[in-house]
């Protein structure tokens, strides 16, 4: 992923497939590499990257403990590391804010679910936030956070067919509901790069369909979409959100990339993912839905 000092890739490697993952910093212009987390034998994930923070990363490492890791704030340039969160409870899993603050951490119950707890910083104490049971654990994750970090956006299947995307209000303790398709789960959420407000929600069915909530972002992706039809996912945008890099998918044609100038109202293609099937005709495909022997829809 690309670092928000705009001159860095971070970017994890294990050797020979040992699956210890080291941290790694890539300085774009001298192509200098920097080892972020030297120690052997230690599976280092990448927790979050912030634009308030853009010198540094938060990293979990198993170095202390091989069942648990813990939080650390590292620099990019420097490689100086901070504990920031011991990890003596073995969550499997955090989720933190663009503060750097720990907010949330998930620990994996006997029965396949999972339980979420929020964490104090003050005091350092955790308190049992809500419960995923099971059959739910795939569909019901968080999101992120707005702006002010008061209000969670969650994924949730919980007492539903399919999962739908939810706001939740942790002060008040309310829960509002953003999006959802009857026929299909919640899937790939766009949060604007700073308001951290939800623009758009994408749901695949039979072919991906987004259901955009910004009447300005709706504005452009639509005209974008006119003009290049095909399945459309913005993999890169400029933190005032006036330029985006879209990939457009299709059945007939590889994936390209574009350059869209938002202001200019202005498309540049980039390249395509497949070069050597630029001037081949592929098969077009269409979406069928078939009636299974139990009543119920299998697509295809």
């Given amino acids: 992923v690309w670092a928000f000092t705009n001159d860095r890739i971070v970017y994890l490697q294990d050797e020979k497939g040992n ?10 212009d001298t192509l200098e590499t920097r080892d972020l987390t030297p120690a052997k034998g230690v599976a280092a994930r990448i927790q979050h990257l912030s634009p308030r923070h853009p010198d540094e990363i938060v990293a979990a490492l198993n170095d202390r403990d091989p069942k648990a890791h813990d939080l650390h704030r590292i620099n990019l340039k420097t490689g100086a590391r901070k504990l920031i969160l011991k990890n003596d409870r073995a969550f499997t899993g955090f989720v933190t804010d663009d503060d750097f603050l720990v907010r949330f951490g998930e620990l994996t119950t006997s029965d396949g679910g999972s339980e979420i707890h929020r964490y104090a910083s003050k005091s350092k104490t955790w308190t049992l936030e809500t419960r995923i049971p099971m059959e739910d654990a795939l569909t019901t994750e968080p999101v992120g956070f707005d702006k002010s970090g008061d209000v969670l956006y969650l994924k949730d299947s919980r007492e539903r067919d399919t999962g739908g995307l939810f706001a939740v209000d942790l002060k008040a303790g309310t829960k509002k509901l953003l999006a959802e398709d009857a026929r299909t789960d919640a899937g790939f ?17 039979d072919r991906r369909r987004w259901e955009l909530l910004d009447p300005t972002f709706k504005t452009d992706f639509e005209s974008v979409g006119r003009e290049l039809p095909g399945e459309l996912n913005i993999v890169s945008r400029t933190l005032d959100d ?47 839905t078939i009636r299974a022997r139990d009543g119920l829809d299998r697509v295809g």
């Fill in 19 to 28: 699956e210890d993952w080291r941290l790694h910093a890539l300085q774009i």
């Fill in 189 to 205: 959420v766009l949060l604007h790069p700073t308001e951290k407000t939800v623009q758009a929600v994408a749901f695949d069915y």
């Fill in 242 to 288: 006036r330029v985006w890099i879209i990939a457009v998918d299709r059945d007939s044609q590889a994936e390209c990339f574009y350059l869209y100038d938002r202001p200019a109202k202005k498309l540049t293609r980039l390249f395509s993912s497949r070069s050597e099937l630029e001037n081949t005709t592929l098969a077009p495909m269409q979406a069928v």
